[in-house]
C-alpha cells in the first residue's frame, strides 16, 4: 500500500483546496479511508472518514459545513474539498487506510499513513 496524497499549498482565509489521495496498487477500495491532519506542536487529529461504499462519512465538528470527503473506487482515490479555509486549517493533512472494518476516528483504527500534504492559510 502506497497512499499518495497531493493538493495542499498557500491559500488565503476564505479559499478553497481540494486534496487527493491515491493508491498505485488499488487496495483502497474494500476499506474506510479518513484524513487527518497535525499542525506544528500539536498532536495528529481526525478531519474525515468515508466508510468503503460512500454511505457513512463522519466529520469533526471544526470542518462541518465547510470540508466534503468524498471518494472514486473507480478511481482508487480519495478527495477532501476545502471550502472557506481558516488560518487555523493550517497543518500537515495526511490520508489513512483503516483496518479492516474499522470506521471511526482514532488513529489507532488507521494502519496506512501516506506521506502527507502542507495546507498553509494565511489571514
Known amino acids: 500500500v502506497q497512499l499518495q496524497a497531493s493538493g495542499g499549498g498557500l491559500v488565503q482565509a476564505g479559499g478553497s483546496l481540494r486534496l487527493s489521495c491515491a493508491d498505485s496498487?488499488?487496495?483502497?477500495?474494500?476499506?474506510?479511508m479518513a484524513w487527518f491532519r497535525q499542525a506544528p506542536g500539536k498532536e495528529r487529529e481526525f478531519v474525515a472518514a468515508i466508510a468503503s461504499g460512500g454511505g457513512n462519512i463522519y466529520y469533526t465538528d471544526s470542518v462541518k459545513g465547510r470540508f466534503t470527503i468524498s471518494r472514486d473506487n473507480a478511481k482508487n482515490a480519495v478527495y477532501l474539498q476545502m471550502n472557506s479555509l481558516k488560518p487555523e486549517d493550517t497543518a500537515v493533512y495526511y490520508c489513512?487506510?483503516?483496518?479492516?472494518?474499522?470506521?471511526?476516528?482514532?488513529?489507532?483504527?488507521?494502519?496506512?499513513w501516506g506521506q502527507g500534504t502542507q495546507v498553509t492559510v494565511s489571514s
Open positions: 489513512a487506510r483503516a483496518r479492516t472494518y474499522y470506521f471511526g476516528w482514532s488513529v489507532g483504527g488507521y494502519d496506512y
Open positions: 496498487e488499488r487496495s483502497l477500495t474494500t476499506y474506510t
